[in-house]
């Protein structure tokens, strides 16, 4: 028997369930912010925070004190995200996490250095960036980091000061 003969149940189940999971969230609706936190999850640990939870204060004090969440951190966004031969896709991958992260310190503490600081990687990486290439792996430098700024873009969303212009030329990145 094929190995594609053994594998097709088990890739119905998946599709069946891809299709279940995409009628489900149609169903409910998408609320802001949803891509990996809900405002329950930053209700939650500014409650913590406040309340003085040893390890969310500690965890919370980990993400600050990285060098990714500095509202001063400056990005330096490639014209091209190359994966596979002359690699630079760990410039994407610093700025991504870099926007990532000071979005999550904006929406936990309310720090608008962080959000500006957000928005300007986010905005310098849509003006900047025209294609992703490299070999079989440039697949991944579409994913992983492109999926970690449309996160922080995601955070940054309503937030007053990333200009509706540029919000959308970000979108249409």
Request: charged share 15%.
């Amino acid at each position: 028997m094929k190995v594609s003969n053994l594998l097709k149940p088990m890739r119905d189940i998946v599709l069946l369930l891809a299709v279940f999971a995409v009628q489900t969230a149609m169903g409910q609706g998408f609320n802001h912010p949803g891509c990996l936190h809900t405002q329950a999850d930053f209700d939650r640990i500014k409650a913590q925070i406040t309340a003085k939870e040893t390890a969310v204060v500690q965890d919370y004090a980990k993400l600050t004190n990285n060098s990714h969440s500095s509202s001063s951190y400056n990005p330096n966004p490639q014209s091209s995200i190359i994966r596979g031969g002359a690699d630079n896709y760990s410039v994407a991958m610093n700025d991504a996490a870099a926007a990532y992260q000071n979005a999550l310190v904006w929406k936990i503490s309310g720090d608008k250095a962080h959000a500006d600081n957000a928005v300007n990687i986010l905005n310098a990486w849509a003006r900047t960036c025209k294609m992703v290439t490299g070999d079989p792996n440039a697949a991944l430098a579409s994913g992983l980091y492109g999926y970690e700024f449309a996160n922080a873009g995601e955070l940054m969303r309503d937030y007053t000061g990333w200009k509706p212009t540029d919000f959308k030329s970000f979108q249409q990145w």
